[in-house]
């Protein structure tokens, strides 16, 4: 080859080497593209995962309608814990207004949505615009944060509300994307990036994968634990990952603003309300308070009140002293400086359940930039009477503090309806009435307040100031509602629920309270009707599954009622066979079809032998069919897989006393409540078991303590076996 032959050869070289650079660069970016549209293409075309948005459009008798979509909590938790949407389906818009109410669990109306903010206003609004039609929607969720609230804003589109009333703030820390306190990887990637883990959520690709890596999880970490979810979130008040959380906090509200605006709405931005009197959840008071408890319990709060003043002296940051202080202001009658040290005393809580002032603020900050603000935090400032009558707890309000809610939004909103050519036809209506329209009873009251109660009874509840104050008053109101509630009271209550059913066939609240209480008076053949009528509109309504499949178990139809029964988990939830099987087998052992109970629990422990909860419900089988080695034998598996389960150590005592050995009894009802310090049956079970050894004093400790916890004491002996 000549000189210039080489030279011509080399710039030839030269040049290439870029192109095969650029090549091979796009190779190396579009292989894994093409891969993962290949895969996500197969896992469409195979039907898996989920649709990624919050309003489903579907065809019902020949007409659109919008309904809610059951499964999309699976894209912010993992998919045996996710929470699902109270249930909606609306048609078309046409010329009625149409208000959404987003937010989290106490927008939501947690714990009973049918009595919360949301049909408390539409009760309101009904009773005072007689010639407009209004619909009122629930699209609040237990557990959500502002960043799946600006996912659930842009899905409200297809709605085309006329209002979205938007109010949240207390799960900014705790929430899906929330700020752990030892965040790993993942979660900083996820709680930095919110977009982007929606986006790889949303992919079906995206929900196979992260099915994969929480099946590896065991069956103990798939469990819902509502506020012990998230405990041990713990932040400094001046933290750097709070100032981080109230930036994104704003962030997202002034996104939450902007995408409701973009198709036509109006937002509505509300600040949030707080138990002005509840204790922080972590304080940081470590002192001994003992001889401020005794001033307190003798009526020397001037006294208590300089106690806490040298504390909080001594620890200026801490919220529990703030909290005492404000206690002892409000018992020496000045609830003005009472209610700002409440306020201080939540804005410098460590464990963040609830709103704090600087959220609030940026929410009153929104009334300056044209945004409807509707200030409900202030509201409830001058309900300081009587906290506990409006709140269940820190933030959840009774039906009481949702009517107040929904009533101060009602009558804030009356200039917009004005606006739009609408007069209010009658004033707001007073609670009694529209208590009475949500067909609110003395036995909702007391379904209610048992969920509470047992609510109470877990951390991080049961660890705050002042528990036995709080949960005694719970416990005496259950006590007393019990003794006025009569069976001829609940059928009264279903005679009712059954005539306002075909007057309101389209009231799914309505419906479920009477399919369970048919359920509860043993009625199944009434109980089905009326699943299967709520199922003919809401097909995947997961507690109509849920009730309709225990029936047919009881009914005598077994697989159809598992079958139906995994259909009202999760799509998707790795274990909803398990959790069926496990539903039936406690049907078919209330019934005293044990075999079959048995067989059941079998089948799931032969395909995942680490389920705590199927051992723990065979061990009890096996204690009733006085099989004691074979139920020890369960109780021990059960801890095995899920160690500080204290209703098995619980029951090992149980069958120790059976077989008169008091001393294992004891030793096993002292694990108990050590991992559970206010399980009611253990502590019932150690009053007993002191009692016969002869340790009187032992047992009346015990049994104080029970006084205030039990709400079956005071009951006859045959009410007690009856329950």
């Given at each position: 080859m000549t000189e210039n032959n080489s030279r011509e050869a080399g710039k030839i070289l030269i040049h290439t080497r870029p192109i095969k650079l650029l090549f091979r660069l796009a190779l190396f970016?579009?292989?894994?593209?093409?891969?993962?549209?290949?895969?996500?293409?197969?896992?469409?075309?195979?039907?898996?995962?989920?649709?990624?948005?919050?309003?489903?459009?579907?065809?019902?008798?020949?007409?659109?309608?919008?309904?809610?979509?059951?499964?999309?909590?699976?894209?912010?938790?993992?998919?045996?814990?996710a929470r699902s949407p109270v249930p909606f389906v609306v048609g078309e818009k046409s010329n009625q207004v149409r208000v959404v109410v987003i937010g989290e669990s106490a927008a939501m109306g947690d714990p009973a949505p049918a009595y919360g903010m949301a049909p408390a206003l539409a009760s309101i609004l009904k009773h005072r615009y007689t010639n407009q039609a209004i619909e009122v929607i629930n699209a609040a969720m237990t557990a959500i944060d502002s960043s799946v609230l600006a996912h659930i804003a842009r899905d409200l589109a297809p709605l085309k509300p006329d209002l979205v009333l938007v109010y949240m703030g207390n799960n900014e820390i705790v929430g899906p994307f929330g700020f752990s306190s030892k965040p790993s990887t993942s979660e900083l990637l996820f709680s930095e990036n919110i977009r982007?883990?929606?986006?790889?959520?949303?992919?079906?690709?995206?929900?196979?994968?992260?099915?994969?890596?929480?099946?590896?999880?065991?069956?103990?970490?798939?469990?819902?634990?509502?506020?012990?979810?998230?405990?041990?979130?713990?932040?400094?008040?001046?933290?750097?990952?709070?100032?981080?959380?109230?930036?994104?906090?704003?962030?997202?509200?002034?996104?939450?603003?902007?995408?409701?605006?973009?198709?036509?709405?109006?937002?509505?931005?509300?600040?949030?309300?707080?138990?002005?009197?509840?204790?922080?959840?972590?304080?940081?008071?470590?002192?001994?308070?003992?001889?401020?408890?005794?001033?307190?319990?003798?009526?020397?709060?001037?006294?208590?009140?300089?106690?806490?003043?040298?504390?909080?002296?001594?620890?200026?940051d801490s919220a529990e002293w703030r909290y005492r202080l404000g206690r002892s202001l409000m018992a020496m009658g000045e609830p003005a400086e009472a209610i700002k040290l409440y306020k201080q005393s939540r804005d410098l809580d460590r464990l963040r359940f609830r709103v704090d002032s600087k959220m609030n603020r940026m929410v009153r900050d929104l009334a300056e930039q044209s945004v409807l603000m509707i200030d409900i935090e202030t509201l409830f400032d001058s309900y300081w009477v009587e906290p506990h009558r409006f709140f269940w707890d820190h933030v959840h309000l009774t039906p009481d503090g949702n009517f107040l809610a929904a009533a101060k939004i009602a009558r804030e909103l009356e200039s917009w309806f004005e606006?739009?050519?609408?007069?209010?036809?009658?004033?707001?209506?007073?609670?009694?009435?529209?208590?009475?329209?949500?067909?609110?009873?003395?036995?909702?009251?007391?379904?209610?307040?048992?969920?509470?109660?047992?609510?109470?009874?877990?951390?991080?509840?049961?660890?705050?100031?002042?528990?036995?104050?709080?949960?005694?008053?719970l416990t005496e109101q259950i006590r007393a509602l019990r003794s006025q509630i009569t069976p001829a009271f609940a059928e009264k209550v279903r005679e009712i629920l059954t005539e306002e059913s075909q007057r309101r066939p389209n009231d799914h609240h309505l419906l479920m309270r009477l399919a369970k209480l048919h359920e509860q008076m043993g009625d199944d053949d009434k109980t089905r009707s009326i699943y299967e009528r709520i199922l003919q509109t809401w097909p995947r309504h997961r507690g109509a599954l849920q009730g309709l499949g225990r029936s047919l178990v009881r009914s005598g139809r077994i697989e159809e009622g598992i079958a139906t029964l995994e259909q009202a988990e999760i799509k998707g939830a790795r274990r909803a066979f398990a959790v069926a099987k496990i539903e039936a087998s406690s049907v078919l052992a209330e019934i005293g079809q044990y075999d079959k109970a048995v067989s059941l629990l079998d089948d799931v422990l032969a395909r995942e032998s680490g389920y705590a909860q199927a051992w723990y419900n065979r061990g009890i089988i096996m204690n009733r069919l006085e099989k004691f080695s074979e139920a020890e034998e369960n109780f021990n598996s059960a801890l095995r897989y899920q160690p500080g389960m204290a209703s098995a150590f619980n029951n090992l005592g149980v069958i120790a006393l059976k077989q008169e050995r008091r001393d294992d009894a004891e030793h096993f009802f002292l694990l108990a409540v050590k991992n559970d310090s206010l399980l009611i049956s253990a502590l019932r079970n150690l009053a007993m078991v002191n009692m016969l050894k002869g340790d009187w004093e032992e047992s009346l400790r015990y049994s104080r303590k029970l006084s205030y916890l039990d709400p079956e004491i005071g009951e006859s002996s045959d009410a007690r076996k009856n329950q």
């Open positions: 970016i579009l292989a894994p593209v093409v891969v993962l549209m290949v895969a996500e293409a197969f896992f469409r075309a195979v039907g898996y995962g989920i649709e990624p948005r919050f309003v489903l459009r579907d065809e019902s008798n020949g007409r659109t309608v919008f309904r809610d979509n059951p499964d999309i909590g699976k894209l912010w938790f993992a998919p045996d814990l982007f883990a929606s986006w790889a959520r949303s992919l079906r690709f995206g929900q196979w994968y992260r099915d994969q890596w929480h099946a590896r999880k065991p069956p103990s970490e798939q469990t819902w634990r509502g506020l012990g979810q998230f405990a041990g979130r713990e932040f400094e008040p001046n933290s750097v990952t709070l100032r981080r959380a109230h930036e994104r906090y704003r962030r997202n509200l002034g996104e939450i603003v902007k995408v409701i605006r973009s198709y036509g709405a109006v937002p509505v931005v509300c600040t949030m309300a707080s138990r002005l009197n509840w204790p922080p959840f972590a304080g940081a008071g470590h002192k001994d308070v003992s001889v401020a408890d005794a001033m307190e319990a003798n009526g020397e709060w001037r006294g208590a009140y300089y106690l806490y003043r040298q504390m909080l002296d001594e620890n200026p606006g739009r050519g609408m007069k209010a036809d009658a004033p707001v209506p007073g609670i009694d009435q529209t208590l009475q329209d949500l067909l609110y009873t003395e036995l909702d009251r007391l379904n209610v307040s048992t969920v509470m109660h047992g609510r109470m009874l877990q951390s991080p509840l049961s660890e705050v100031s002042h528990h036995r104050e709080i949960v005694g008053a």
